[in-house]
C-alpha cells in the first residue's frame, strides 16, 4: 500500500520531535502511557455520560510487554480506541491533539483527567524506535484498523484483526544499540519498571507488565536439602496508582508518610515535619511537603539543588523545580501536583507563568506558617530544626537586599547570655529593661571567645542582655533588619553604645581633657591603625579594647576579607584605655619622662587588643622579642 504522507511539515516538525524537543529519550514511555490513561479517561467519561454500567473502572488497564529476541515494546491499553478517521486526523496530523479537543469539547468531570496537550507526545515513540506500528479499534466497533510509519517518510492505515477487544496496541521495534546509545535498555523488565515508577506512578489506571523473577522451589534449601531456585513468570502491578496527596488525611498513617519520605528522598531518617496543603481557584495544586530530620551532607555546598518534585496530573514533569521555592526554604523536600499549569510542549519544563509565581507564593506563607506553629508549640523540635537550618534562614534575611526579611525575623533564633541559650528576637525584646532602646549583639567565632570579650563585662553587670553571634552571616542579617520592633541591633564594639550616666560622662570628658596629650601620643604610637585611643566608659576590669567607628565592624571585616576576590576592608579601629586600671597610672607616670616606653607599651596593648578580638599578630618575632625586653627590664 502507498506511503500517505505527513501533514502540517511533517518530516522538519518530525526531526524536531525525535532529535530537538525532548532532552531525554526515556521520557517516550512516560508520553506513550499518558496517552493511554488520556484513552481510557475518555471511554469512562462517555460510559458515564451514556449511563452504561457495564464498564467499571477496576476493568481498566495498560499493559507493558517487551521482547528482547524480536526487539519490540507493546503498549496497550482497552480504552476508547480509535476509528479510521480518528487514526488519520490523531496520528497523521503532527500536533493535533486529540485529548485537547476532548477537554475542550467538554466540561471538567470528577474523576476524570485528561494529561494531553500539544498532539505530540506519541511521536516521542520514533527517538528510541525505527519501526512503529498502531493497532486500534473504537469502542462498539467491530473494525479495527492498523497505522504503521517507519518515520518521517511516511505512514500506512489498513483494517486490520484485533481479537482483543477494544482499545489501542502500540508495537515498538527499537532502534539498533549504538555507541551513544543503547536501546536494548528499554527491553530490560527493571528498566521500564524504574520508568514506571519514576514518571507514571500516579497514573491512576493499573500499569501491568509480565515480570520474570526466581524464587526458591518448595521444599528445598531447609531440613538439609540443597536450594533449588526456579524461574516464574507473574504479572505485576507496577505503578502505585493513587498518591498519598490525593488520600484524605486521616486514612494515611506517620509511617505511611515517613516510607513515602525515605524512598522518594532517598533519607535514612524519618522527616522532622509533614506538611499537607492543597488549593483551589486560580492556581489548583496539592502539595506534600517535608522538613528533614537534617541537613544533607551537601545543603552547604555549591553542588546542592533546591526544588520540588513537579507533576501535572500525576504525571512528574520535572524531578526538581526550583521556581516553587525560595531561597530561603531550599531546605524543604516534596512534590506538587498541579493541573493548572503552563508547561512547553515536551512537558520536561515550565512556561513561567502567573500560576507558577501564585503557588511558589502560598507555598512560602504556608511554610512560614508551620515552622511558626513549631516555634509556638514544639520548642524543641523547632531548635532541632533550626541547628540545621537556622544559617539558611539568615542567608534568606541577608539575600536580596533583605525582600524576606519581614517573612523570616520571626523565625530567627541567637544564643543568648540570658540562660546561654537559644532565643528569638521576640523573646528579647520582652525581657528588655524599660530605658533601654537597643538590643545589644556581641560577634566572635565562639560563644567561650564571646564571653571572654571585655566588652561584655559591663554590660552584664548592669542587667544588659547580650546576643552571641557565632555565624559568619549573623552581623550582615541583623544589619540587614535594622531593627526589631523599632528597637535598633548595636554591636557591643560599637564607639556610640553609650551606656554611661550624665555624671560619668561628665567626669570622662575632664580626664580626657587633662589626659589629650597622652591619648594624642598613643595615637600617633601606632601609626595610622587606629583612627583614635579614647578612655572608655564600657571596660571593668580589663586594661583595654578595640572598639569601631563606622558601618563596618571587626567581625564584618573578618567575613568580607576571607571571601575570594574581594577588596581589602578595613574597620575603623578605636583603642580604649581603661582609666581606672593600673596601666593606664603607669603610662601616665611614664610619658613625662620616658615617651619610648610609653610608645612600646601602646603598640603592645593594641596587639592585646587585636588578639582579644581575634586577630593574628601583624609580626609574631617582634611582639614575643617586646615581651621579653619588658620582662627583663622590669626585672
Known amino acids: 500500500m502507498a506511503l500517505k504522507q505527513f501533514k502540517s511539515e511533517s518530516k522538519r516538525l518530525l526531526d524536531l520531535m525525535i532529535n530537538s524537543i525532548y532532552t531525554h529519550h526515556e521520557i517516550f514511555l512516560r508520553e506513550l502511557i499518558s496517552n493511554a490513561s488520556d484513552a481510557i479517561d475518555k471511554l469512562y467519561y462517555h460510559a458515564l455520560q ?90 462498539g466497533s467491530e473494525e479495527a484498523y492498523c497505522w504503521h510509519s517507519k518515520g518521517a517518510e511516511g505512514y500506512s492505515i489498513t483494517a486490520c484483526d484485533k481479537e482483543d477487544g477494544h482499545g489501542t496496541t502500540i508495537i515498538l521495534h527499537m532502534k539498533d544499540d549504538t555507541e551513544d546509545e543503547k536501546f536494548s535498555e528499554y527491553l530490560d523488565q527493571y528498566r521500564l519498571q524504574s520508568l514506571v515508577k519514576k514518571y507514571s506512578d500516579y497514573i491512576r489506571y493499573p500499569i501491568r507488565m509480565m515480570m520474570h523473577k526466581s524464587r526458591l522451589k518448595d521444599g528445598t534449601g531447609k531440613d538439609g536439602k540443597e536450594p533449588e531456585w526456579e524461574t516464574v513468570d507473574e504479572m505485576e502491578t507496577l505503578n502505585s496508582m493513587v498518591p498519598l496527596w490525593h488520600k484524605k488525611k486521616n486514612e494515611v498513617t506517620d509511617e505511611e508518610y515517613d516510607n513515602f519520605y525515605r524512598e522518594k528522598f532517598m533519607d535514612w531518617q524519618a522527616p522532622l515535619k509533614v506538611i499537607r496543603t492543597s488549593t483551589e481557584g486560580t492556581a489548583t495544586y496539592d502539595a506534600l511537603l517535608f522538613i528533614p530530620s537534617q541537613a544533607s551532607m551537601d545543603y552547604y555546598s555549591r553542588d546542592f539543588e533546591k526544588g520540588l518534585q513537579l507533576y501535572a496530573s500525576g504525571v512528574l514533569i520535572m524531578e526538581k523545580c526550583p521556581d516553587l521555592l525560595p531561597d530561603c526554604f531550599s531546605f524543604v523536600k516534596g512534590v506538587v501536583d498541579s493541573q493548572d499549569l503552563s508547561l512547553n510542549i515536551s512537558r520536561e519544563m515550565l512556561q513561567h507563568d ?93 560563644l567561650t571567645h564571646i564571653q571572654q570579650l571585655p566588652q561584655t563585662e559591663l554590660l552584664r553587670d548592669k542587667g544588659y542582655e547580650i546576643l552571641y553571634l557565632t555565624d559568619n552571616v549573623d552581623e550582615f542579617a541583623l544589619r540587614m533588619l535594622g531593627s526589631y520592633q523599632e528597637k535598633t541591633f548595636k554591636n557591643i ?47 571593668k576590669s580589663h586594661p583595654v579594647c578595640i572598639s569601631t567607628e563606622g558601618a563596618v565592624t571587626l567581625e564584618m571585616e573578618k567575613v568580607l576579607n576571607a571571601m575570594p576576590g574581594n577588596e581589602k576592608v578595613t574597620a575603623q579601629r578605636v583603642l580604649e584605655i581603661n582609666v581606672n586600671h593600673p596601666i593606664f597610672r603607669r603610662l601616665q607616670s611614664l610619658y613625662e619622662g620616658d615617651k619610648a616606653k610609653v610608645k612600646e607599651y601602646t603598640q603592645l596593648l593594641y596587639t592585646q587588643a587585636m588578639l582579644i578580638e581575634g586577630f593574628p599578630v601583624e609580626d609574631p618575632v617582634a611582639y614575643t622579642n617586646k615581651i621579653c625586653e619588658l620582662m627583663v627590664g622590669e626585672g
Open 354 to 446: 502567573r500560576q507558577l509565581k501564585l503557588i511558589e507564593g502560598r507555598l512560602e506563607k504556608k511554610i512560614k506558617s508551620e515552622l511558626s506553629s513549631m516555634l509556638q508549640n514544639d520548642r524543641e523540635k523547632y531548635e532541632t530544626f533550626y541547628k540545621n537550618f537556622g544559617l539558611q534562614l539568615k542567608f534568606g534575611v541577608y539575600a536580596d537586599y533583605g525582600a524576606k526579611k519581614e517573612l523570616l525575623q520571626d523565625l530567627l533564633m541567637f544564643v543568648s547570655s540570658h540562660e546561654d541559650k537559644l532565643t528569638t528576637l521576640s523573646e528579647y525584646v520582652g525581657r528588655m529593661k524599660e530605658d533601654q532602646k537597643d538590643i545589644y549583639y556581641a560577634c566572635g567565632d565562639s
Open 493 to 539: 564594639s560599637s564607639d556610640d553604645l553609650d551606656l554611661g550616666t550624665e555624671e560619668e560622662k561628665k567626669e570622662t570628658e575632664q580626664k580626657v581633657e587633662e589626659n589629650k596629650d597622652l591619648l594624642n601620643f598613643m595615637k600617633d604610637s601606632l601609626d595610622g591603625k587606629v583612627k583614635a585611643v579614647v578612655l572608655s566608659q564600657r571596660l
Open 50 to 139: 451514556g449511563g452504561d454500567t457495564g464498564l467499571n473502572r477496576s476493568d481498566f488497564a495498560i499493559t507493558l510487554q517487551a521482547d528482547k529476541d524480536a526487539r519490540t515494546l507493546t503498549i496497550t491499553d482497552n480504552g476508547c480506541g480509535m476509528t479510521k478517521e480518528e487514526l488519520e486526523n490523531n496520528l497523521g496530523v503532527i500536533a493535533n491533539s486529540g485529548s485537547l479537543k476532548f477537554k475542550n469539547e467538554n466540561e471538567k468531570q470528577e474523576d476524570i483527567d485528561i494529561i494531553g496537550q500539544f498532539g505530540v507526545g506519541f511521536y516521542s515513540a520514533f527517538m528510541v524506535s525505527d519501526d512503529v506500528t498502531v493497532k486500534s479499534r473504537a469502542y
